[in-house]
């Protein structure tokens, strides 16, 4: 198990550092919330508005857990990483979350959930994400809402995909993989975020609490699980690398720094695989949104033709489109796409 001083070392505090200096280090890594709660932990006191910006990140994240607790026993959607990984935190740490992950087994449920939260929260959608490939269409969907304090905080999220795990839409190929223990989910799930964005301290830090409760598990067995799923699950670079960064800045155990030796020779070969035309790479299209009108069925369903291909889903109608920016005459042309097919229904 992981120290309380560990978001410390991971920052790259001196120990004599006041703890102003370490807070402003923390802020600026975008984990204030987590650093003061290890420090109250370890007896600091705050004052009233630092207080009250712990509780109020404390309150975001149990309502965020809450929601994914509901919604999987609703709809029956598997929860990834936040409160599968939060459950392993040293009792005082806070672990933040900005949204709650969760994997629907088709889409009609996906589409469930998505309503749910436009009913209980008056959520509204962010991004509808349509994932093509060659055995199916894959859909994503991420959903806001406001926060308690909604001037303050970042909305609160969903994101809701009919796959695990995304890759990186290139050479990584889109894979529906649920894994059943937590602590191997929430592992790979937060190697996965390498595709994303490099990684940041917080996955650091989830990495070094899994990685001690991995090993308390699996024992000697941890080489050969890990690499076992790191290779079908086409993320070893990404875990080595992971695991490679945190050793740089917090000593990790024998067996872990032979796994990260057992990665290298599978990341190697990963790596050799990723190439246009691997099997089953998806092609992603972006969602925009053009009106509120829901479809009746519980599916997205593609509209194509010569300037504007359009879906249309239970959320509304959106321009398919592989670039981030619409210019005017494609939006033009999309709205008028979009009202054709609302007359011819």
């Not at 006041?18 to 987590?34: C, E, F, Q, S, Y």
């Not at 067996?255 to 990260?260: D, F, I, P, V």
């Amino acid at each position: 198990m992981v120290d309380l001083d560990v978001v410390d070392r991971l920052l790259g505090a001196p120990p004599e550092h006041p703890t102003w200096r370490v807070a402003d280090l923390a802020n600026r890594k975008g984990i204030l919330a987590t650093w003061l709660s290890s420090a109250v932990a370890r007896g600091l006191e705050l004052s009233e508005a630092e207080g009250a910006y712990l509780r109020r990140w404390e309150r975001r994240v149990e309502a965020l857990h809450a929601t994914g607790v509901e919604l999987a026993g609703l709809h029956g959607v598997t929860i990834l990483k936040g409160p599968c990984i939060a459950r392993f935190f040293p009792d005082g740490l806070l672990r933040q979350s900005g949204d709650v992950d969760l994997f629907a087994p088709s889409e009609e449920v996906l589409w469930s959930c998505v309503r749910d939260l436009v009913d209980r929260w008056g959520a509204v959608p962010q991004a509808v994400s349509v994932l093509e490939g060659p055995d199916r269409v894959h859909v994503g969907v991420a959903m806001k809402w406001p926060a308690a304090e909604p001037h303050l905080d970042k909305p609160m999220g969903a994101d809701i995909t009919t796959f695990t795990f995304a890759g990186d839409l290139r050479g990584v190929p889109v894979r529906v993989a649920p894994i059943a223990e937590d602590d191997l989910c929430g592992l790979f799930a937060v190697a996965e975020e390498r595709f994303q964005r490099k990684f940041r301290i917080k996955d650091l830090l989830d990495l070094l609490v899994l990685a001690g409760v991995l090993e308390q598990r699996l024992g000697d067995d941890l080489t050969e699980v890990v690499c076992e799923h790191a290779e079908r699950l086409a993320l070893a670079p990404e875990l080595r690398q992971l695991v490679v960064r945190a050793s740089e800045w917090v000593s990790m155990s024998e067996r872990w720094l032979l796994t990260a030796d057992a990665l290298r020779p599978l990341a190697r070969r990963e790596k050799d695989m990723r190439r246009p035309g691997r099997p089953e790479v998806h092609r992603l299209s972006f969602g925009f949104p053009l009106d509120t009108r829901r479809s009746a069925e519980p599916r997205v369903e593609i509209h194509r033709r010569a300037g504007s291909s359009l879906v249309t889903t239970p959320v509304g109608t959106c321009l398919l489109t592989e670039r981030l920016v619409v210019n005017e005459e494609e939006l033009t042309d999309a709205l008028d796409h979009a009202r054709s097919l609302t007359a011819a229904s």
